[in-house]
């Protein structure tokens, strides 16, 4: 029976895998991986490793989570040295925890590996840090694939009021209506908001606006991509060092 490395690739740069996640992918069996895990990370394995796309795109699952939990369960069970490689930080919306649950439920050896989540590493690419003295004082990470309009919600929209930065990720296809639930909550129009496409990769590009009028800034980006709303986001007029 072998073990499993839940492991963060980190947000796209491959630079940015650690090195804890280098070590273990240089030696896995096999490699358990998503979409949003940069494929040429797959490069640095042992001659024989075997792949397992288990296509997972924007939070959209290609294959079902409970297929992905059996698929790297039965390669657990043929391979010593099984690493399940997920974009970014495994447990940040990456459903590493539901993995690890089904795992320690049969009885099966796993370690964590963090990554680089891209909710901090594509701001800061784009010059905007996630929190600056006399700025905000906090960060929230907040899944957009909920629907603002959905009836009892998760998410604690009236909390939004302060000035902390708020972190959508998977919420592209929501934006209008998370930009237009900010607006209800408080939050002026003016209030500064960008959207971050393919952060930290040589494809990034970043549009900067209001929640007022990014809908209409940001309708051809792309995906990945993550929204950031908050007075940091002004930062990046100084800050951006990475597109020049
Ligand atoms: N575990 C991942 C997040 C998985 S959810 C992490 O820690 O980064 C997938 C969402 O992450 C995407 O919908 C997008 O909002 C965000 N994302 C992932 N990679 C990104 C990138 N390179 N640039 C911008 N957003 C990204």
Redesign the pocket.
């Known amino acids: 029976m072998g073990k499993v490395y839940l492991t963060g690739a980190g947000?796209?740069d491959i630079e940015l895998l650690t090195i804890k996640a280098l070590l273990v992918i240089k030696d896995a069996d096999v490699i358990i991986y998503d979409r949003?895990a940069n494929p040429d990370i797959l490069e640095h394995s042992k001659d024989g490793c075997e792949f397992v796309y288990v296509g997972k795109e924007?939070?959209r699952h290609i294959m079902p989570q409970d297929d992905i939990n059996e698929v790297i369960y039965q390669n657990a069970l043929k391979y010593e040295k099984v690493v399940r490689l997920?974009?970014?930080?495994?447990f940040?919306?990456?459903r590493g925890g539901e993995e690890a649950q089904y795992l320690y439920e049969r009885n099966i050896k796993f370690d964590v590996i963090p990554?680089i989540?891209?909710?901090i590493s594509?701001p800061a690419y784009a010059g905007i840090p996630v929190t600056h003295r006399g700025i905000a004082v906090s960060f929230r990470v907040v899944t957009g694939h909920e629907s603002p309009n959905k009836k009892e919600s998760q998410i604690p929209w009236e909390n939004f009021k302060t000035n902390d930065t708020i972190i959508f990720?998977?919420?592209l296809h929501n934006l209008a209506k998370i930009s237009k639930k900010l607006q209800e909550v408080g939050k002026p129009a003016d209030y500064p908001c960008a959207v971050?496409?393919?952060?930290?990769?040589n494809e990034q590009s970043v549009v900067v606006g209001t929640l007022g009028d990014i809908v209409a800034k940001a309708k051809d980006a792309q995906?990945?991509?993550?929204i950031i709303v908050g007075e940091v986001v002004k930062l990046r007029e100084q800050l951006k060092w990475f597109e020049s």
């Open positions: 947000p796209g949003l924007d939070g997920k974009g970014g930080d495994p940040v919306f990456g990554g989540t891209s909710a594509a990720l998977m919420g971050i496409s393919k952060g930290t990769t995906t990945p991509a993550l």
